[in-house]
């Protein structure tokens, strides 16, 4: 048990003030994350700085036509909200493909952003982890890495980000709206999130201190044509082994634009311009996905539990675009199970 102090931030300028004052303190919003971590001492924070009465749960139409959607939105109310339901499927999609409902009811948006990796190696204290401890080593490189990353990965770290909200507005190209002691300012989602590098205790490009506000969706949501398909050990409430989110705009049967992100594969969502570039002006079909997929994961490693990875994502980008060059999403059977 560790004793940590409780405070209650009251708007937006008193949470970064809160937090200036003690930079090692953390938010909590829904908790879902940032308490299983304290629990088992991987989070020793001496302070916590509750921001659930902040005014940021609205999902609000902005100037230009997208949407802005606040950090405190829950991932159910997120997943049900009408303008997501009709305007952005993929989105509603990959939020309902994660966790379960009590856990989607109390998570944020914002704290979906920032949930740490399920590594098993980072939740168990008494093994070297580089992302929990700096410099003490990676157990999963030689150890049990079926979970692990196929892309981007670095001789320090090959975790991957478990979030599948995030592969969704990474396809949609979202932009992540901040706060700090030096004022807002907005990051790209492709930016957002980072690479392992030297530096695998650093998940995002948050300076200390800064709140995520909101995050907002360009006009674009690719709603005739998407799907979010995702690959678990089980049908529900478990992590993506891959996944992928796809959004295209055709014409007839030729790709105007294909845009397409993987969860599961690596630290962040994975896009790759010239894996979409290969999508560009060709016929919607399975020889045109299959060269987009080679393209794609052209780099791909695998380590000794998970090279079976880079075929199931081979095979997934391939059903997931032909799925969407279909109109046929993959179904959202749990979507009306409240
Ligand atoms: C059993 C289980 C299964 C799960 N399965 C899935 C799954 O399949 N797919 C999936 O995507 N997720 C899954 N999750 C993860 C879940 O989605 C996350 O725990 C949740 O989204 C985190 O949101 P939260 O509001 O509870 O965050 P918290 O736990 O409150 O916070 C998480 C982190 O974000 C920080 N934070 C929160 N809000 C802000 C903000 N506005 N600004 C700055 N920092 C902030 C906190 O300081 C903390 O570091 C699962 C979780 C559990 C426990
Ligand atoms: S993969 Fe990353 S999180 Fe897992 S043990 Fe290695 S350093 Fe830690």
């Given at each position: 048990m560790i004793n940590f102090q409780y405070a209650r931030a009251s708007d937006v300028a008193d949470a970064v003030r809160q937090m200036a004052n003690d930079p090692t303190a953390k938010f909590v919003a829904g908790g879902t994350n940032l308490i299983d971590l304290m629990k088992i001492d991987v989070e020793r924070q001496t302070k916590v700085i509750d921001i659930?009465?902040?005014?940021?749960?609205q999902v609000e139409g902005i100037q230009g036509g997208g949407l802005r959607i606040g950090a405190l939105v829950r991932n159910s109310d997120l997943a049900y909200h009408p303008l997501i339901e009709q305007r952005y499927p993929v989105l509603a999609s990959a939020v309902m493909a994660g966790a379960s409902q009590q856990l989607r009811n109390m998570a944020s948006t914002g704290g979906n952003l920032l949930q740490r990796t399920r590594c098993h190696y980072f939740y168990d204290t008494a093994t070297p982890c580089n992302k929990r401890e700096?410099?003490?080593?990676?157990?999963?490189?030689?150890?049990?890495?079926?979970?692990?990353?196929?892309?981007?990965?670095?001789d320090a770290c090959i975790a991957t980000h478990p979030s599948d909200m995030c592969v969704a507005l990474a396809m949609l190209e979202a932009k992540v709206h901040v706060t700090g002691a030096s004022g807002d300012r907005v990051i790209a989602f492709a930016d957002f999130h980072r690479l392992p590098?030297?530096?695998?205790?650093?998940?995002?490009t948050l300076n200390p201190g800064e709140i995520i506000t909101a995050v907002e969706l360009p006009p674009?949501?690719?709603?005739?044509n998407y799907t979010y398909l995702k690959i678990r050990d089980?049908?529900?409430y478990a992590f993506a082994l891959v996944s992928v989110a796809v959004g295209l705009e055709l014409d007839g049967d030729t790709i105007k634009e294909g845009r397409f992100a993987l969860g599961g594969v690596a630290h962040k969502p994975w896009r790759d311009p010239q894996a979409e570039a290969a999508l560009?002006?060709?016929?919607?079909?399975a020889a045109t996905f299959a060269r987009a997929a080679e393209v794609l994961l052209r780099d791909a490693r695998g380590y000794e539990h998970n090279t079976f990875k880079i075929d199931l994502a081979r095979r997934c980008i391939v059903r997931a675009l032909s799925q969407a060059a279909r109109g046929t999403p993959q179904s959202q059977s749990n979507k009306k199970i409240m």
């Open positions: 659930n009465r902040l005014a940021l749960k700096p410099g003490s080593g990676c157990s999963a490189i030689n150890g049990h890495n079926r979970m692990h990353a196929i892309l981007g990965t670095g590098g030297d530096t695998p205790q650093r998940d995002t674009r949501g690719f709603a005739t089980r049908l529900s560009r002006g060709q016929p919607a079909n």
